[in-house]
T-cell receptor, first 112, second 115 residues
Framework: AQSVTQLGSHVSVSEGALVLLRCNYS??????LFWYVQYPNQGLQLLLK??????LVKGINGFEAEFKKSETSFHLTKPSAHMSDAAEYFC??????????FGTGTSLTVIP | GAGVSQSPSNKVTEKGKDVELRCDPI?????LYWYRQRLGQGLEFLIY????????KSGLPSDRFSAERTGESVSTLTIQRTQQEDSAVYLC?????????????FGSGTRLTVV
C-alpha cells in the first residue's frame, strides 16, 4: 500500500527566504512522485514530477525536488520565496502510475 | 476542450437529496479520475476510468456513490441520499497517458455543501 506524509500542514517563510516543504512516502516498489500546487480558488496544477532518470527534478516557478530513495523522501524546495508562491502544495505517489495517493497538503504562507 | 471542465462549480443541497456532478475532460484524454477533498484534508481517491476498461471503483466510500463515463467523454458522479459528511470539493482530473505519468490535469472542482 502507498502512503504519503507531508510534515507540517502550515509553513510560513519570509519573502526571499528558502522554501522547504517535506514529503515522505512509503512504497514497496520504485515510485512515481509528483508535487502539485493549488492556488486559492483554483484547481491543482502539476509543479514537477519524478518518474525515472535524474533524481533532482526542476519544475515551474523555480521549484525543484530531489528523490532520495534511501530516505524515501521527495522534498520540495525553492531558494527564494515570492509572495505569489503562497498556495497549498500536495505531494503524490504512485507505484503503477494508475492510482495516485496524495498527502494532506501543506499550506505555504509568505510573509512580506 | 482546452481544460477539464466541471459543473456546477458550487452546489448546495438538502440532506437526503441526490446530486449529480459533471466532468468534461480534455478531448483525447483516455484516463479520468474523481477525487474528494474535504476541508483541511488531502485528496481522497474515488474512482478511475481508463478507456473502455472496467473502472476502478475501490475508492468509493459507500454504495450511495456511483459514477459513469461514456467512452472517453463526459463523466458524471452521482451521490444519492446526500449526508452532511459528503460536503467537500469534488475534483475531476484527466490524463493523456496510461497511468497519468504525464501528470493529471485537474478541473477547478465542484464545491458541494449538504445542509
Amino acid at each position: 500500500a502507498q502512503s504519503v506524509t507531508q510534515l507540517g500542514s502550515h509553513v510560513s517563510v519570509s519573502e526571499g527566504a528558502l522554501v522547504l516543504l517535506r514529503c515522505n512516502y512509503s512504497s514497496s516498489v520504485p515510485p512515481y512522485l509528483f508535487w502539485y500546487v493549488q492556488y486559492p480558488n483554483q484547481g491543482l496544477q502539476l509543479l514537477l514530477k519524478y518518474t525515472t532518470g535524474a533524481t533532482l527534478v526542476k519544475g515551474i516557478n523555480g521549484f525543484e525536488a530531489e528523490f532520495k530513495k534511501s530516505e524515501t523522501s521527495f522534498h520540495l524546495t525553492k531558494p527564494s520565496a515570492h509572495m505569489s508562491d503562497a498556495a497549498e502544495y500536495f505531494c503524490a505517489v504512485s507505484d503503477t502510475g494508475n492510482q495516485f495517493y496524495f498527502g494532506t497538503g501543506t499550506s505555504l504562507t509568505v510573509i512580506p | 476542450g482546452a481544460g477539464v471542465s466541471q459543473s456546477p462549480s458550487n452546489k448546495v443541497t438538502e440532506k437526503g437529496k441526490d446530486v449529480e456532478l459533471r466532468c468534461d475532460p480534455i478531448s483525447g484524454h483516455t484516463a479520468l479520475y474523481w477525487y474528494r477533498q474535504r476541508l483541511g484534508q488531502g485528496l481522497e481517491f474515488l474512482i478511475y476510468f481508463q478507456g473502455n476498461s472496467a473502472p476502478d471503483k475501490s475508492g468509493l466510500p459507500s454504495d450511495r456513490f456511483s459514477a459513469e463515463r461514456t467512452g472517453e467523454s463526459v463523466s458524471t458522479l452521482t451521490i444519492q441520499r446526500t449526508q452532511q459528511e459528503d460536503s467537500a470539493v469534488y475534483l475531476c482530473a484527466s490524463s493523456s497517458q496510461t497511468g497519468a505519468l504525464g501528470g493529471y490535469t485537474f478541473g477547478s472542482g465542484t464545491r458541494l455543501t449538504v445542509v
